[in-house]
């Protein structure tokens, strides 16, 4: 039998309770931090809630246990102007979002790729989970 008496009290607390919720990064944080606190966020959430703020999803993979959505979000480069027509460059910027719904219907992983935190914060921030602000 575990002795809670030899056990720091701040421990017995994270073993009952779970981990304290991280505080919202700063606005001057890094892209990154941003991010990882807005994806940690998604944890825990209903998938009905996660369809309401990010929409249709761009693919859906299942699995026995687990369904994983994925959502694409894309960001083109500066448009440029010929004689009055304007054409929108090249470049483009694509993120994508990967969260993994468990048996209870919540989210239980939340994860983002793409080439620049920087970029994929600017197309993300809008989506967090509405008890969360980044």
């Given amino acids: ?4 008496s030899r056990i720091a009290p701040g421990l017995v ?3 009952l309770v779970g981990p304290a919720a991280a505080e919202p990064p ?37 699995r026995e246990t687990s369904r994983t959505y994925q959502f694409d979000r894309e960001k083109r480069g500066p448009a440029v102007g010929f004689g009055g027509v304007r054409v929108f460059g090249r470049d483009t910027t694509l993120c994508r979002a990967y969260f993994q719904i468990g048996l209870e219907d919540i989210v239980t992983r939340a994860t983002w790729r793409g080439p620049d935190a920087g970029d994929c ?5 809008e989506s ?3 008890t969360a602000a980044p």
């Fill in 121 to 125: 914060w600017a197309l993300f921030r």
């Fill in 26 to 62: 700063a606005a001057t944080a890094p892209a990154r931090e941003k991010l990882d606190y807005l994806f940690e966020s998604w944890r825990g959430q209903p998938e009905e809630t996660l369809k309401t703020v990010w929409g249709r999803p761009d693919s859906l993979a299942e």
């Fill in 128 to 130: 967090a989970p509405p």
């Fill in 1 to 4: 039998m575990l002795r809670l």
């Fill in 13 to 15: 607390a994270a073993l």
